[in-house]
């Protein structure tokens, strides 16, 4: 079965600092992988996603993460966090054959302080 | 584009009463829809899987009997809440997809029970 682990619950980056929000996945196969962010009371929005090629995966916002299969992780990274970026991020994997389901980590709030 | 429209956003309603939440796939099909709960300061987690024509998956732990849906066709699925009590009170999320395709997200449903 998949998983998905988020080690983090709280992530802390003053404003103008890279930022690291760390994902480490377990799929039996190749796996598709993805990041979400949710914002209060909101949906989730789609970050970025890696499904094959290269490993560095660029998204929105200015968001980018490497996919490492030897260590089976996949953490999002931005170089200079914004107050804005402040929000709750999901890391995901899904199977990539059929019509499976997305498996999502616990979650990891990112606060961003000016 | 291809979007899922979840309704209604967000409903409150007395203990005991059924709510019904609606997810229609524009501009594609949507043979299979999943569908996950969210509870505060929480992850995602799926709930069920439904297939167009034929009856949903219901996790472990999840009470068919009491979350009742239906996808009669490729571009509507229904999650109904029957009897809702307040600790089913959670952020309601569908996601649709065909096949291997990208899945697309509803913007969830928000349901209160008094």
């Known amino acids: 079965a998949q998983s998905v682990a988020q080690p983090e619950d709280q992530v802390n980056v003053a404003e103008g600092n890279p930022l690291t929000v760390k994902c480490t996945y377990s799929?039996?196969?190749?796996?598709?992988l993805f990041w979400y962010v949710q914002y209060p009371n909101r949906g989730l929005q789609f970050l970025l996603k890696?499904?094959?090629?290269?490993?560095l995966v660029k998204g929105s916002y200015g968001f980018e993460a490497e996919f490492n299969k030897s260590q089976t992780s996949f953490h999002l990274k931005k170089p200079s966090a914004l107050v804005s970026d402040s929000a709750l991020y999901f890391c995901?994997?899904?199977?990539?054959?059929?019509?499976?389901?997305?498996?999502f980590g616990k979650g990891t709030r990112l606060s961003v302080i000016a | 584009g291809a979007v899922v429209s979840q309704h209604p956003s967000w409903v409150i309603c007395k203990s005991g009463t059924s709510v019904k939440i609606e997810c229609r796939s524009l501009d594609f099909q949507a043979t299979t829809m999943f569908w996950y709960r969210q509870f505060p300061k929480q992850s995602l987690m799926l709930m069920a899987t439904s297939n167009e024509g034929s009856k949903a998956t219901y996790e472990q732990g999840v009470e068919k009997d009491k979350f009742l849906i239906n996808h009669a066709s490729l571009t509507l699925s229904t999650l109904t809440v029957t009897s809702a009590h307040p600790e089913d009170s959670s952020f309601y999320i569908c996601i649709g997809g065909t096949g291997d395709s990208p899945l697309h997200f509803g913007n969830g449903t928000r349901l209160t029970v008094t």
């Open positions: 890696y499904i094959t090629g290269d490993n």
């Open positions: 995901a994997v899904r199977k990539n054959s059929g019509n499976t389901p997305l498996v």
């Open positions: 799929v039996s196969g190749n796996p598709y």
